[in-house]
């Protein structure tokens, strides 16, 4: 069965700080890639996503990440983190053979700390 | 264009009976997907509807079921309602091919006591 795995339930960064929150997924072939955050009370958006092609894609609010076949990771990246990325945040894969269904990981809480 | 609008926005519904969700898509996108989002489970796939024919299934019981109108907006059911079927339930509206964006809807807390 497919999984997602994000290690880290909850992560403080300094204002300004890099950031980096690390997701690895289960499957055997290559799937569709996303980063998604998630503000309280609020839907998801889409910060960025892997289909194929270049491994380092870039995103909205100056997120990156990059995926790397060997290790079945897709982290996250931020090299300067805002108070306003204080949110949680979760990666997500999909297949070609299930449609639009998404697996998700469990999030990532970031608190930045000023 | 205007996002995905689901409704109601928040419910509270008593043990035993059964509610219905509605989302409505972004127009001319084809694909909604839902997703039950708990503080224990975390985000659960539901099922997908794509062109009025159900495409894909979670592992939930048959309590849970869905629909899509020609006009590819959708509903869930639930029925029987259980303690643990409180939630925020997320609709996501894509254009159709798998691995397509996926738009959220706000989602709609629902509260069984």
């Known amino acids: 069965a497919q999984s997602v795995t994000q290690p880290d339930i909850h992560i403080t960064v300094s204002e300004g700080a890099s950031l980096e929150l690390r997701c690895n997924y289960s499957?055997?072939?290559?799937?569709?890639l996303f980063w998604y955050v998630q503000s309280p009370g609020q839907g998801l958006q889409l910060l960025l996503k892997?289909?194929?092609?270049?491994?380092l894609v870039q995103g909205i609010k100056g997120f990156e990440a990059e995926f790397k076949r060997s290790q079945s990771s897709f982290n996250l990246r931020k090299p300067s983190v805002h108070w306003s990325d204080a949110a949680e945040y979760f990666c997500?894969?999909?297949?070609?053979?299930?449609?639009?269904?998404?697996?998700f990981g469990a999030g990532t809480i970031l608190r930045v700390k000023s | 264009k205007a996002g995905v609008t689901q409704t109601p926005r928040y419910l509270i519904k008593t043990r035993g009976q059964q509610v219905t969700l509605s989302c409505s898509p972004i127009?001319?996108?084809?694909?909604v997907s839902w997703y039950q989002q708990t503080p224990g489970q975390g985000l659960q796939f539901l099922f997908e509807?794509?062109?009025?024919?159900?495409?894909n299934k979670g592992n939930f019981p048959g309590r849970f079921s869905g629909r899509q109108f020609s006009n590819s907006r959708s509903e869930m059911n639930v029925s029987t309602l259980e303690l643990g079927d409180s939630a925020l339930y997320l609709c996501?509206?894509?254009?159709?091919?798998?691995?397509?964006?996926?738009?959220f809807g706000q989602g709609t807390r629902l509260t069984v006591v």
């Open positions: 509807y794509f062109s009025e024919t159900q495409r």
């Open positions: 499957y055997g072939a290559t799937p569709y």
């Open positions: 997500a894969v999909g297949f070609m053979e299930y449609g639009n269904k998404l697996v």
């Open positions: 127009s001319g996108h084809r694909s």
């Open positions: 996501a509206s894509s254009f159709g091919p798998p691995g397509a964006e996926a738009f």
């Open positions: 892997y289909f194929s092609g270049d491994t």
